[in-house]
């Protein structure tokens, strides 16, 4: 349900609506317009005492949401959400760059890689600290020490640092990251979406390999449902009959989501692909199916890499896959 209420109302009748939703055991989640503010309500499936909430002072309407998602659906929320990642703004008119290496494997590599895509023009750092891999076998990550470059690679070239967390009882770890990850194999991890959601800390999250799209966007829902707003979605490809790529990149996802959501939508075409000549490719057809921004991996010696490196681009082809993308962003009236 969302309540709408009158243009101008005071706050003091916007807080006597909240309280009494409240107080009728539902959450109340609003957003404060520039003319107007609507509060979404949310909680156990029978609305019918909200409809009293109708003869409340201010109130102009009483509206049912019929989609399964509430906070993340464009009936809450018709216009696209433009976020505030640690001060860089997601969605809106200026593409979002996010590039790293899949793993942060050493001080010396993630910092040259930061220098690298700060150069070529992106906002984020990404570097996996806590790897969620397939084999107990392979690299895990350094794990704090990882978080550690991370800072230092901020410190030394102000781009925001995005990395993965992969369980609840890292959270105290992160204090000082600007972005959390979530990973595709965690996409339907509720403990972890939750605790996510109990932060005000921006997040990006990724879709399952085997997630639809609607289930996908109950994920998000989970997150905002606890209070955190700050959401970027990001398609990486999903399983299907086809093996000449490691997954297959849903472009179609990009407008469907787009339709259906505010929030912004990034894609990550090197998991999608799995392979580094098709990534500049799908990073161009991205932008141009609306995307908000691209995660893109990045290591400086992609055949040693510990992790991800057949589908990591070397810095220089990073650069060329950036000058490429600008175009098409202009093409599409968005700027880097
Ligand atoms: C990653 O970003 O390195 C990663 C593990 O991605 P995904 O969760 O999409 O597989
Ligand atoms: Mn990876």
């Known amino acids: 349900m969302i309540i709408v209420m009158e243009p101008g109302s005071s706050k003091e009748r916007i807080d006597a609506v909240i309280r009494r939703i409240e107080d009728l055991g539902y959450g109340a989640h609003p957003i404060y317009g ?3 503010t609507v509060i979404g309500c949310v909680g156990h499936e029978d609305k019918s005492p909200l409809s009293q909430l109708e003869s409340m002072p201010g109130v102009e309407a009483a509206i049912p949401i019929l989609k399964p998602y509430k906070l993340v659906g464009r009936e809450f929320k018709p216009e696209p959400s433009v976020l ?4 860089v703004p997601v969605g809106g008119e200026r593409l979002a760059i996010v590039a790293g290496p899949c793993s942060v494997e050493s001080r010396q590599q993630v910092l040259e890689i930061a220098h690298a895509v700060r150069e070529a ?3 984020f750092l990404r570097g996996g600290a806590f790897k969620p891999r397939t ?6 990550g350094l794990r704090g020490k990882g978080l550690e470059y991370l800072c230092e690679a901020r410190a030394a070239t102000g781009l925001k640092i995005v990395t993965e967390i992969v369980s609840v009882e890292d959270l105290p770890l992160m204090n000082e990251v600007d972005v959390l990850q979530i990973g595709a194999r965690n996409c339907q991890n509720y403990a972890l979406l939750n605790a996510v959601g109990q932060t005000k800390k921006p997040v990006v999250l990724k879709r399952g390999m085997s997630t639809l799209i609607s289930e996908f966007l109950m994920s998000a829902e989970y997150i905002l449902s606890e209070g955190n707003y700050n959401v970027a979605l990001c398609e990486r490809g999903i399983r299907t009959f086809e093996t000449a790529t490691r997954f297959t990149l849903d472009l179609n996802a990009i407008p ?3 339709s259906l959501s505010h929030l912004p939508v990034l894609v990550d075409p090197s998991h999608g692909t799995g392979n580094w000549h098709y990534v500049e490719a799908m990073a161009r057809a991205s932008v141009a199916a609306g995307a908000d921004g691209l995660m893109i991996e990045v290591h400086p010696d992609p055949k040693n890499a510990l992790s991800d490196g057949p589908q990591s681009l070397k810095p220089e082809k990073f650069q060329k896959l950036v ?6 962003g202009e093409a599409m009236g968005r700027k880097i």
């Open 34 to 36: 520039v003319e107007r």
């Open 256 to 258: 469907v989501i787009k």
């Open 135 to 140: 084999s107990p076998y392979a690299f895990q």
């Open 323 to 328: 000058v490429e993308v600008r175009k098409i």
């Open 84 to 87: 505030d990642f640690a001060g």
């Open 121 to 123: 023009g992106a906002q």
